[in-house]
């Protein structure tokens, strides 16, 4: 591997700064965590984007959160066909081995992956199409969350469609075996937020209103 | 979606302070980077661990990081099959639409992925070897990694294998034929770190040395 | 202009050095700061000093701050008169131009500007009251921090007049109707700050406490 | 001042590391720097610009530069009207208070300030020809350099005009009086240079040549 480059130095800084506060407060704390592993309370879904980090939003303590973070949030139905399904073997690590008590899925304002998969969708993103994109391949996942957006005022389909990738990732959630066996014996909930980046509100998923209320 | 839960009482009160605090200090920043999108300088793949934050250890500010996070922080090798792959497109969107600067694959100390891995390869996991087990094929992607460790001692196994799955990630983004082009053209550099978390420390592969060094 | 001369030598080699470094390790992410233009987050008004380098202690990135250095600070009040106002034109090009969401104003111990304008005031410094004294004109802007402080023991009148020379600059940014507009639809914030360039402490000013506290 | 923030948590974060790291290893020095005053060798004056930080390039240690930052790097022509001049006092004070022995002008490429002058020079920007554009205002002082550069193709003239606006900064410093005598007793050198964001080139101006050299 001779293409590997140092490390870029403001983050050399930024880490030393790290390690003579942050860590140096709380060492005990973190060799406690090597010494006896991670016992996390809740894994959370979320995306990719630099503007988005829910450790963050949810003021984040080392140990406390599983994150798995992907384009537009998404989780893939269960198929079990001996193929590389990342986001699948991290749920399946949550809840079977960590045994989480909440996944949470979380999708955000301004979405690129959300908006790529709308241009799609109505046909104005043919590169997308093609076998050869990933981020197409991926945002397949979303297309039954477009054919629910797809009679919506133009103005409102990427804002819809952002809170269906949510939605489409919660009930492909509940296509897992073992995430449904875990739901219906209350030994885990699933929770689908979409956060607004411009005006930092959140909003959850409520299934008697079928619709997200401000927290 | 009839399962989904409110969002549990601890993070709406934690995302409240948020709301006081982070976001009303920065309420213009959140605004313009809603506006404008994100031009994150950096992608960092890393592992969904809840004791291992890179937003914690590089202060990383809302904007700077596009962040992937999967079992082991792999990357399968390029193959635009027509196949779903989370982190081959969370790879493409960096690299082709976002065009980041830095592409940095951090691994960590106590990796309950790579340890599968370990057990698997030596042949003490047999259910990680199942069709089924979307952790035990998700971790196939690191098994040339295990060859290269096979003759260390066991005391230093799983430690050499996690510093392997960085490298064989590295290797693997190599494959990508946009990764390739923008690192021959000085477009981008990839990196790849090893970080221990009792004792806080971060590791660089360094080529030159073809091993890792203290940060 | 026949009176150049060559960089001295010891610049040369520093550069060297940073070449085949900092820019050699970076040189993706300068490309594309050449190429996209600059996005910084903040503009931040400090003064000359050698000894106060914002770059360092807020370990800035290449990128993310908008930097004007002048004697002691100083924003002066608004006044479109058509003549050359450098630190207006700063402040425009940042606020109207680069849209930055903060500004913030930073001044520190031992500030020679201050001492002077101290002088001036107080009727100890009459070369500064010259018409040709281009420092005592530059400091007359801060001749309504000084009366604001005149009461005070002479040991302490000196740091008192610095924190005012933020003060004051503050007081008039909030003059100029663009600065006012943004702050008043929080699409920008300003900040005041004070360095003890001795202790290293930083104190921002606090509006409620009227007053400094130690960040 | 009752609108002014508190410093945002992510610089909070960085300036803890600094304090930390930075501060602690050299606190005799900041003591010292703090008991006995600056004694800087040279003068920077370069733009705001948050792409160029000579501190970086020039490896800046605390205390050696007295760095004044403006749009374009202007300085100019020495009118000692009474009016306030913050260019003009910055190099007053370096010169005849501080006896730098280097005055260093440093352009660079992409400029903000110079396009606006190209711009405004060759009528395609009139909104900075308004009296009440401090940013016109303050490029005026970069007029005569435009006539300089105004037969050249279109494609080099923004290189052109932000070298010239480093020798336009030279001829104007050598109007004021106490520059001018510096210079000719050998106490004061000036310098020109031009500084390539994306490769990261420095050149400079060497009077020989009438032209710029690669450093």
């Known amino acids: 591997m001779h293409n590997a480059k140092p490390l870029p130095t403001y983050l050399v800084q930024r880490f030393q700064g790290w390690k003579a506060t942050s860590y140096a407060e709380n060492s005990a ?42 384009i537009a949030n998404l989780v893939p139905p269960y198929k079990p066909d001996g193929q590389q399904h990342g986001t699948s073997a991290a749920v399946e690590y949550a809840v079977t081995a960590l045994k989480v008590a909440h996944v949470i899925v979380m999708g955000h304002s301004s979405c690129g992956g959300v908006k790529g998969c709308l241009d799609m969708c109505s046909g104005n993103a043919p590169q997308l199409e093609e ?85």
Chains 1, 2, 3, 4 share one sequence.
């Open 29 to 70: 704390w973190y060799r406690r965590l090597a010494s006896e592993g991670q016992h996390p309370r809740a894994m959370i879904i979320s995306c990719c984007d630099s503007r988005v980090h829910v450790t963050s939003i949810f003021g984040a303590d080392t140990g406390e959160f599983f994150i798995h973070r992907n």
């Open 131 to 215: 076998k050869s994109s990933f981020v197409g391949r991926w945002m397949d996942i979303l297309r039954p969350g477009y054919d629910r957006v797809v009679e919506r005022k133009p103005d409102d389909m990427a804002r819809a469609l952002e809170k269906e990738s949510v939605l489409v990732s919660l009930e492909n959630l509940m296509t897992f075996p073992f995430v449904r066996a875990a739901v219906e014996s209350q030994d885990l909930s699933i929770h689908g937020l979409w956060h607004d980046i411009g005006s930092g509100s959140l909003e959850c998923y409520d299934p008697k209103a079928n619709g997200y209320v401000v927290v």
